[in-house]
Antibody, heavy 117, light 108 residues
Framework: EVQLVESGGGLAQPGGSLRLSCAASGFTFSDYFMHWVRQAPGKGLVWVSHISNDGSTKNYGDSVKGRFTISRDNAKNTLYLQMLSLSVEDTAIYYC??????????WGQGTPVTVSS | SYKLTQPPSVSVSPGQTATISCSGDKLGDENACWYQQMPGQSPVLVIYQNTKRPSGIPERFSGSNSGDTATLTISGTQAIDEADYFCQAWDSSTSSHVFGPGTRVTVL
């Protein structure tokens, strides 16, 4: 069974940082691109970033470019999102998701991030 | 930046057909996909590569994509289909994925 379990969310101050993790199981992690997607309270889905299966290709949405860094450790079956210079606009549930042909076929349950002073 | 447009809401009677549009410049040149999201839950992929249904998705869900518009069709809509639906496509000009704003489907 495919499972994606996010962790690392919580409360951060404006200008602060957080590192999210996504532990994958039930599939060959190193075969798949992976995504981070976020959803602010009561709002729609926003694509954050994706990374290729070997980690060589990374792309970011405009709202996080230069502040967030996606990475992965295929030996640990884990996806990461390092978030710097956080602002209140980054408050959201952050989901990791597995890619299939440009779509996300499995999603984690999400980890909430709140940026507030 | 690339923008996708969806109607905010669609209402449908049980057993009837719900049609949700997703519009974007030359959207038909890219693969579109669709997600269903129930309140408080993670999104579920219902259509990918314009027309394909993942395993476990009922046949009443179908998709198309041509010109500037992708369409999700729910045939014989059931009460359990009441949810938010989001389209998504790849923006090759910025190497980024883009989501539509979402459509709330209400089964009256």
């Amino acid at each position: 069974e495919v499972q994606l379990v996010e962790s690392g969310g919580g409360l951060a101050q404006p200008g602060g940082s957080l590192r999210l993790s996504c532990a994958a199981s039930g599939f060959t992690f190193s075969d798949y691109f992976m995504h981070w997607v976020r959803q602010a309270p009561g709002k729609g889905l926003v694509w954050v970033s994706h990374i290729s299966n070997d980690g060589s290709t990374k792309n970011y949405g405009d709202s996080v470019k230069g502040r967030f860094t996606i990475s992965r450790d295929n030996a640990k079956n884990t996806l990461y999102l390092q978030m710097l210079s956080l602002s209140v606009e980054d408050t959201a549930i952050y989901y990791c998701a597995r890619d299939v042909s440009g779509a996300s076929d499995f999603w984690g349950q999400g980890t909430p991030v709140t940026v507030s002073s | 930046s690339y923008k996708l447009t969806q109607p905010p809401s669609v209402s449908v009677s049980p057993g009837q057909t719900a049609t949700i549009s997703c519009s974007g410049d030359k959207l038909g040149d890219e693969n579109a996909c669709w997600y269903q999201q129930m309140p408080g839950q993670s999104p579920v992929l219902v259509i990918y590569q314009n027309t394909k249904r993942p395993s476990g998705i009922p046949e009443r869900f179908s998709g198309s994509n041509s010109g500037d518009t992708a369409t999700l069709t729910i045939s014989g809509t059931q009460a359990i289909d009441e949810a938010d639906y989001f389209c998504q496509a790849w923006d090759s000009s910025t190497s980024s994925h883009v989501f539509g704003p979402g459509t709330r489907v209400t089964v009256l």
